[in-house]
């Protein structure tokens, strides 16, 4: 009984649900970076943790049409890569990138480096895709030594509808839980009213 009980708890367990999340664009880019060899874990606000390159569109998709062209550069207010103020801010093709939170993990090498961005220009308005709006971000990861080594910078764009998906799988739980109900219906002693 407890093995059936398990097995069904463990299956249901591997399963999951997930929104729609509905791409609206992405610039690929390509650079390099130079870490900084004096940046300080304990201390991120002293230090950048490095220094961004040329950074030279290689493709662009979606809303990034037709503004943002492969050749195109990326423009930084300060080649910095910052942990704490003051944040990347790009500008590239009427678009504006203004990171407003950024963390990196892992540790040397292959320290992976995110940012949460507001994306405007070139009449983009986050709040025109419901329930939640836009949401856009950049990454990359960092080269494996503390010297300068390229890069592949991407910054995708997209929303969730709100909407989860049904691939069958609500069925399936629905009729999984009537099996661990009737499983466990049969596992208990039944109450006689008469005997009270």
């Not at 999951?16 to 390099?32: D, E, M, P």
């Not at 030279?56 to 943002?68: D, K």
């Not at 709006?133 to 890069?151: K, L, N, Q």
Request: with cysteine; charged share 10%.
């Amino acid at each position: 009984m407890k093995t059936k009980l398990i097995a069904t708890l463990l299956l249901a367990l591997t399963a999951s649900a997930h929104a729609t999340f509905i791409q609206l664009g992405q610039i690929n880019l390509t650079g390099t970076f130079t870490e900084n060899p004096n940046f300080d874990w304990n201390h991120v606000g002293d230090h950048p943790l490095g220094w961004f390159g040329t950074m030279t569109v290689q493709s662009a998709t979606g809303i990034f049409l037709p503004y943002v062209n492969a050749g195109d550069n990326l423009s930084m207010s300060n080649a910095a890569y910052n942990l704490a103020q003051p944040l990347p801010l790009w500008t590239m093709d009427g678009f504006t990138f203004e990171t407003t939170f950024t963390e990196a993990t892992g540790g040397w090498p292959g320290v992976f480096c995110f940012g949460i961005i507001n994306l405007s220009g070139n009449g983009f308005n986050p709040n025109d895709y419901p329930p939640f709006g836009a949401y856009s971000h950049w990454e990359f990861d960092a080269p494996p030594s503390f010297d300068t080594g390229p890069i592949n910078l991407s910054i995708p764009v997209g929303y969730d509808n709100g909407h989860v998906s049904d691939s069958g799988s609500t069925v399936m739980f629905f009729g999984f839980g009537l099996i661990a109900i009737g499983l466990g219906g049969k596992a208990r002693p039944k109450f006689n009213a008469a005997k009270v």
